[in-house]
């Protein structure tokens, strides 16, 4: 069971919300912006986290499920939730891409929010891994949003855009406290009709960090993710994987924040990082699994689980500590 | 393949003649071997393999610049020399100096057989040494091969260049270039959108722009049979020069701006055949967090530290270099692997005529006391010179007992 909000909500559509922990814990206290939405209204039970209550959460029930098989070894449940995959600093990135192109099972309707590369760069990839995205896109299973296309489309656009769609990136040239266009892309793209075809929807954000350099305030940003989870999450009873990048002795303290309150929403944080001795040829990092149990049962560790993997051209191999070929 | 073999004489297998229609090849490049990628060559040999091959088509390389911008010049010079000697069109935008002179002073290109003699003195010098002596205590390793200081390039792919030497005009007039002089630019209403950007930076994405889909480099222009490949070169982006205050205090009033053109750029360059290449002030940004988005923005960024006035100038250890290079960032581009190289230790160096990138490698020892202990101390002296304790470190170099 996923208690929806952390904390005590009041209304929800039209007027904003208000989530607040009436013991003054460590949960969210603040204003949501009023975006005019209408989400089926629930009534909120206390945060799951310190008070140990579990009430459900009104009309919307949500259930783990299931989840298809994750790139590494060992049963992993991938529940209805926030998966946070957060990239530190290492000499071989660990493919985020891989990671987020096997989260969608076959079926699922994706909903790919690019920022930093281009579709052919995923899509030779995703070839690489035996995803076809150019089919996927054509049958409508994937909708794909090219940042850097849609940044140049508003930067030297001429005014001939269509009303109703208006530019996800609309918050460069805007207010860069409202991610809305780009939250009405996800709505759409997610909830459109004949989307009841395919399975649960799964929303890839590749690169939250990106949108902080661009303007984007992290209050904006947390809003943003906020309203993805509840309506992908709650609403449409899918996932949401997050990209962030982050390191140890980062000075950037916005991209901190955002990183921080996405690891305490998260059900699943996969946390990439290099090796703390180094580089090495064999072992290109090591990737933290953690589970968040303790969200859904208060009074119980978070499971943590450590691989190491190495980078393959058309592969990630996945293996325990101290079984690298390096040694063995 | 067959091309391999056809200096020696023709091999059985034969590629079939018009077997798939060849792209017409743009002068200059070579596709990549592990993704496929059209590269260009950065002007610099030793770099390209520290790159993975050289600059791909549709990235941009970052260099922050070392403390007083000579060595990181030299790289944009070679940049630019090595586009004129491969036929590409030239973007060069500066705040500082003029783009006509910037091109009047690129170095001349090293001619094919000069620049074999220069290098091939080198090797054969060593070479004969090896033949006269053989190994005699440590014959066990006779056979191992040499160490190699440079990375050596496995096909001819850059041009070597004389710094000592400008290049000639008419090699200059025979590319079309296109300059970005800020401070004789015309200030007139920007007909993009500016999203809050500085002034300048607009300008350069507007002019930019106009000379990718004027030039045809976009692809935008079907009747175009012949593509080019355009370079573009930015020099000093972030310093005071174009505006920006991100060098000037702590807390700047525009923090985004510098990151939110580089986010234009990379999707102007996404798009069209062209590769860039910018130098970044980076030690005089005082906000850290500015250089890691900037960073993560970037394909390739390559960091300067040079010696000068530093106290490693005078340290043993670094004496045959002029200098250390950071390698922050490779891209991967269309896989999930990137040519990393092995070696993440390295320096440069400024010949009489040549810049080259080496692996660090420690000097021979030919102190009176060769021992292990000396070299011990010497790299602990290293350590302590460069956190300042000068003093310490010259008791440390000679034990007394």
Redesign the interface.
Request: net charge negative.
């Given at each position: 069971m996923l208690s929806g909000l952390k904390g005590n909500s009041e209304r929800w559509a039209g007027g904003g919300l208000r989530a607040s922990c009436p013991q003054n814990c460590h949960c969210l206290s603040r204003d949501f912006p009023a975006w005019k939405y209408s989400f089926t209204s629930w009534k909120e039970g206390s945060c799951g986290k310190c008070h140990g209550e579990q009430k459900s959460s009104g009309k919307v029930k949500i259930e783990s499920r299931e989840g298809s098989a994750w790139a590494c070894q060992g049963p992993c449940r991938q529940p209805c939730g926030l998966a946070a995959v957060v990239g530190g600093l290492c000499?071989?990135?660990c493919?985020v891409?891989?990671l987020t192109c096997l989260s969608s099972p076959a079926g699922c309707k994706v909903c790919f929010v690019a920022l930093?590369q281009?579709f052919?760069?995923y899509s030779?990839?995703a070839q690489?891994l035996g995803v076809n995205l150019t089919a996927a896109k054509e049958r409508g299973q994937l909708v794909f949003l090219e940042g850097?296309?849609s940044?140049?489309d508003?930067?030297?656009g001429e005014e001939e855009e269509q009303p109703g769609q208006p530019n996800p990136l609309l918050f460069?040239?805007e207010s860069?406290s409202d991610l809305r266009a780009l939250f009405d892309l996800v709505r759409v793209s997610l909830s459109a009709a004949g989307s009841q075809a395919w399975a649960g929807p799964v929303l890839l954000l590749d690169?939250l960090?990106?949108l902080?350099?661009?303007?984007a305030t992290p209050v904006a940003l947390l809003d943003f993710i906020h309203y993805c989870r509840a309506l992908v999450c709650c609403q449409l009873k899918g996932n949401v994987v997050v990209l962030v990048?982050s390191?140890e002795d980062?000075?950037?303290?916005?991209?901190e924040l955002v990183v921080n309150s996405l690891c305490h929403h998260s059900d699943l944080i996969l946390w990439a990082e290099g090796l703390a001795t180094g580089?090495c040829?064999d072992v290109h990092g090591q990737l933290k699994i953690i589970q968040r149990v303790s969200l859904q049962q208060a009074g119980q560790q978070d499971l943590v689980q450590l691989y190491q993997y190495k980078?393959?051209?058309?592969?990630?191999t996945f293996f325990a500590r101290g079984l690298s070929a390096a040694v063995l | 393949m067959a091309a391999a073999g056809g200096a020696r004489g023709r091999t059985s297998f034969q590629r079939r003649a018009g077997a798939g229609a060849r792209p017409a090849a743009l002068p200059g490049t070579r596709p990549a071997l592990r993704h496929g990628q059209l590269l260009l060559s950065s002007g610099l040999p030793s770099l390209d393999c520290v790159l993975g091959g050289g600059v791909a088509v549709g990235t941009l390389l970052l260099i922050e610049e070392d403390k007083y911008g000579l060595y990181s010049n030299l790289l944009f010079k070679y940049f630019l020399a090595e586009g004129i000697v491969c036929g590409h069109d030239l973007f060069v935008a500066s705040a500082k100096e003029h783009p006509d002179n910037i091109l009047k002073e690129l170095p001349a290109p090293l001619l094919d057989d000069t620049c074999g003699k220069e290098l091939g003195d080198e090797a054969a010098a060593v070479k004969s040494e090896d033949v006269q002596d053989s190994m005699k205590i440590a014959w066990r390793y006779q056979n191992l091969p040499k160490m190699e200081a440079s990375p050596t390039p496995y096909t001819k792919f850059g041009h070597y260049y004389d710094i000592s030497k400008k290049m000639s005009p008419e090699l200059i007039q025979s590319i079309k270039w296109h300059s970005f002089y800020l401070h004789e630019e015309p200030s007139s209403p920007p007909k993009m959108k500016t999203c809050n950007m500085n002034g300048a930076y607009v300008r350069l994405l507007q002019s930019l722009q106009r000379i990718i889909s004027q030039g045809g480099f976009d692809g935008s222009d079907p009747q175009k049979k012949q593509k080019n490949v355009l370079r573009i070169g930015i020099q000093g982006l972030g310093s005071p020069l174009w505006g920006d205050d991100i060098c000037c205090s702590d807390t700047p009033e525009d923090v985004h701006s510098l990151t939110k053109f580089l986010y234009v750029l990379r999707g102007l360059l996404r798009k069209s055949l062209s590769a860039c290449i910018i130098t970044v002030p980076a030690h005089l940004i005082q906000n850290k967090a500015i250089m890691e988005r900037v960073t993560n923005l970037s394909d390739m960024v390559v960091g300067l530290e040079s010696f000068i006035g530093s106290e490693r100038e005078t340290n043993p250890l670094y004496k045959d270099y002029h200098g250390l290079v950071h390698v922050h960032q490779i891209p991967r581009l269309n896989s999930l692997i990137c040519d990393v190289s092995d070696t993440k230790d390295l320096a440069f160096r400024l010949k009489r005529k040549l810049f080259t990138i080496e692996r660090l490698h420690l000097p021979p020892d030919l102190s009176d006391t060769v021992s292990r202990a000396s070299k011990q101390e010497l790299a602990g002296s290293a350590k302590l010179l460069s956190s300042g304790c000068a003093a310490m470190a010259i008791g440390k170099r000679h034990l007394d007992f």
């Open positions: 000499y071989q990135h493919p891409e891989l930093l281009s052919s760069h030779i990839v690489k850097l296309k940044c140049l508003l930067v030297f460069l040239s860069p690169d960090s990106v902080l350099g661009l303007g990048h390191s980062s000075e950037d303290e916005e991209n580089f040829k980078i393959q051209d058309r592969n990630v | -």
